[in-house]
């Protein structure tokens, strides 16, 4: 087999910022011939946004786009759109992740497609559904994190940092385009068999939702039981439960297993000097163990997670007290070996330099023509027969002729459209 199961599949890659690009980049990997389309002059706003390096790539830009080769193309210009449509009739997959109607706007409708080239799958990614009340709005992450119900649910129920609370992680961008990628290689399957393709689309907020499903169940639980036996406020803050709808559950657990995050040696100074602790049903003896807490194991106040649940942030508190004197690596080693679902809080610069990471091939190196080189996240897929190679983003247009040539395009026609600047 060869070593790039996706080569051979064409994708007119129209995405910016982070959402599209993900999507793409991730194809691309797994060998799909991936032609990121740019706005001439400036191309993807992510190019220059955040820039640590003068007139270089920003590592925004280079982080999405790695493996893909940039034609840049003004599509509002009538020579412009003349090649998308050559592009549109001879590759398989157009991706996009435009505002509202900017694609239509362009002259670019899904019945325009399919004229063209009824084989075409296009993939979209917006913030709302088509025929959402919101369908209108544009949508950044944190955006479709409040759309999508992960806010509410995340954060402190209390105090001073009281209030929805975003994540770091690209619930709404990069998770997007991973469902996106899921559609479009289903949609590739089912055109072996139809011979058609077909439009896939993905809401920001219906893919961040997809991510909140325990967080629909416990809406689903209060609206039966009234209140959630493992969250913090269970069961001396039952008035946390009193609106019927789900608290924001701080650290806690999301499965049947409460969990906290644990304070380790040197958290005064280190702000990642923590560890993330799951109190196993099954691993209850265990744990007692490790604590040197035998005495808890034959404890009716301890023995089942019924009876632990009312005094659960005692017993976290205690687990803190051990690991007081030990760093959370140290910390992790004892409990490892007591089979304990258990991590250190690793910072993102722990995580740039970790051993593992890289030896897998989920943190690499990349070499640039322009930055020289620079670190990225690789395929967080791994496979039997495919390691994939990251290489690195293209520059602004550096493969406008070459694809031009391979659409079939003259050298005098591209030097034409280099003097009107459509390309
Ligand atoms: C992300 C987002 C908010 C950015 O908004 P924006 O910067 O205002 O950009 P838009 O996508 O709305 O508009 C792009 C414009 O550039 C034009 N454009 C893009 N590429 C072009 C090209 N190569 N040549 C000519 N015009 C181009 C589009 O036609 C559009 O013009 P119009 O609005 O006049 O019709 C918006 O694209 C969006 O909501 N996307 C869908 C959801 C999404 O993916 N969000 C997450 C991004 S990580």
Not at 255 to 261: A, L, S, T, V
Not at 393 to 405: I, K, M, N, R, Y
Request: a neutral charge; charged letters at 25%; proline letters at 6%.
């Amino acid at each position: 087999m060869s070593n790039k199961p996706l080569q051979g599949i064409k994708i007119i890659d129209f995405t910016h910022v982070q959402a599209g690009p993900a999507c793409t980049q991730l194809l691309a990997w797994f060998g799909a011939d991936v032609i990121k389309v740019e706005r001439p002059g400036s191309g993807d706003v992510t190019r220059s946004q955040l820039r640590d390096i003068p007139d270089a790539d920003a590592l925004y830009f280079t982080m999405l786009n790695s493996n893909k080769r940039s034609l840049t193309l003004d599509t509002k210009q009538p020579e412009g759109k003349a090649v998308l449509e050559k592009m549109i009739k001879e590759y398989d997959v157009m991706v996009e992740n435009f505002g509202p109607g900017a694609l239509d706007r362009m002259g670019f409708t899904w019945e325009r497609i399919q004229e063209l080239n009824p084989k075409m799958i296009l993939a979209s990614v917006k913030g709302f559904s088509d025929g959402h009340e919101y369908e209108d709005l544009k949508v950044y992450e944190n955006v479709a994190q409040c759309a999508g119900g992960a806010a509410s649910t995340t954060g402190w129920w209390k105090g001073e940092q009281a209030g929805p609370m975003i994540s770091a992680a690209a619930l709404g961008d990069t998770n997007t385009g991973m469902h996106l990628a899921i559609g479009i290689l289903t949609a590739y399957i089912g055109r072996q068999h139809t011979g058609k393709g077909q439009k896939v689309a993905v809401a920001m907020q219906d893919a961040v939702l997809n991510l909140c499903r325990v967080k629909m169940r416990d809406q689903l639980r209060m609206d039966t039981v009234g209140y959630l036996e493992e969250y913090p406020q269970y069961p001396h803050e039952m008035e946390a439960f009193a609106d019927k709808v789900v608290p924001r559950g701080g650290n806690a657990g999301g499965g049947g297993q409460p969990g906290w995050i644990l304070k380790c040696k040197g958290w005064e100074t280190d702000p990642n000097a923590y560890i993330y602790f799951t109190i196993q049903g099954q691993a209850w003896a265990p744990i007692c163990d490790a604590l040197n807490k035998p005495e808890w194991k034959t404890d009716p106040l301890y023995m089942t997670p019924k009876a632990r649940q009312p005094h659960i942030m005692d017993i976290f508190a205690t687990i803190e007290d051990f690991i007081k004197d030990k760093t959370k690596f140290e910390a992790v080693n004892i409990f490892r070996k007591h089979d304990i679902p258990c991590a250190p809080v690793f910072s993102m610069k722990e995580l740039l330099n970790d051993k593992s990471l890289r030896a897998s091939g989920s943190i690499v190196e990349v070499p640039h023509k322009v930055r020289g080189s620079y670190w990225t996240v690789g395929s967080p897929i791994k496979f039997s027969d495919l390691k994939p190679v990251v290489t690195a983003s293209p520059l602004l247009g550096e493969h406008t002729d070459e694809v031009l040539a391979e659409l079939g395009y003259s050298k005098e026609q591209v030097a034409a459209m280099h003097s009107s600047k459509a390309i």
